[in-house]
């Protein structure tokens, strides 16, 4: 809780870190190590208290246990829970290994009352595109029958709708029409966010506030229907949840 508002929950969303085993290389000219770092610095300068880090997928950009050993001693001097949803560069193994049971890894449900948070897993394996499997979908309803009484966030590592300006199809879901249909039978569900895109994204759906955030490394930008890098620095999404329901969400980003 924050301590000048006791009725406001903090909770930071990172997105895309994509740590390789070799703490030197970079992603299209970005040391990825650097600039998380650089990022968990700004979160410390600018949060007062953090409730809980929101990690919606490719933690690693190389699956390996090196990436993901770094990673949890990065996240650790924070001293916050840490959630976690699978991305599609991410491996289910190393990342239970080394990130344990003090840390989860997506599908699973956060109880954070009057707050719940439902972590879905969106990959495929060896594929970039998204799909939500049928058991995440099963999951997905039951917990949203189970707690009717909450107000809920979604979140997931592929976009479940096409972004704006012509982001190719094949980066969203595939059967987002399937995801939407348990969606659409809650109205207690107030925001759905994701990562995957490097892009950070506001947007809403029948009364659903979207989100995506910002990547902690390279932002991507569309050009000509191809993706190019951003010149928009590496950051983070914050949300401020509040007892009555509402909330308010922004980005903040690493000065140069
Ligand atoms: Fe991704």
């Not at 344990?100 to 060896?126: A, Q, R």
Request: aromatic share 10%.
């Amino acid at each position: 809780m924050n301590p000048l508002n006791s009725n406001v929950y903090n909770v930071i969303q990172l997105s895309d870190c994509h740590l390789f085993a070799n703490e030197k290389r970079k992603l299209l000219g970005l040391n990825t190590d650097y600039s998380l770092s650089l990022v968990l610095d700004q979160i410390q300068k600018e949060q007062l208290d953090i409730d809980l880090i929101l990690i919606t997928g490719d933690l690693s950009g190389d699956g390996s246990i090196d990436s993901y050993q770094r990673i949890k001693r990065k996240f650790d001097v924070l001293k916050t829970p840490v959630y976690w949803a699978k991305g599609n560069h991410d491996k289910i193994n190393p990342t239970k290994q080394i990130l344990k049971d003090d840390n989860y890894i997506s599908f699973y449900l956060i109880n954070f009352d009057p707050w719940h948070i439902i972590m879905l897993d969106s990959t495929i394996s060896g594929k970039d595109f998204g799909e939500i499997s049928m058991d995440d979908l099963e999951f997905l309803n039951r917990s949203l029958k189970v707690i009717n009484n909450s107000y809920v966030i979604v979140c997931l590592h592929h976009p479940p709708i096409q972004m704006p300006n012509k982001w190719p199809n094949n980066q969203v879901i595939n059967n987002s029409d399937k995801f939407f249909e348990v969606i659409d039978c809650y109205n207690n569900i107030k925001i759905i966010t994701w990562g995957h895109t490097h892009r950070a994204f506001e947007g809403n759906r029948k009364g659903i506030n979207l989100f995506s955030a910002p990547s902690t490394c390279v932002q991507y930008r569309l050009k000509n229907g191809k993706f190019v890098v951003d010149d928009q620095l590496p950051g983070y999404r914050w949300f401020e949840l509040f007892e009555d329901g509402s909330m308010k969400s922004g980005v903040s980003r690493i000065q140069k």
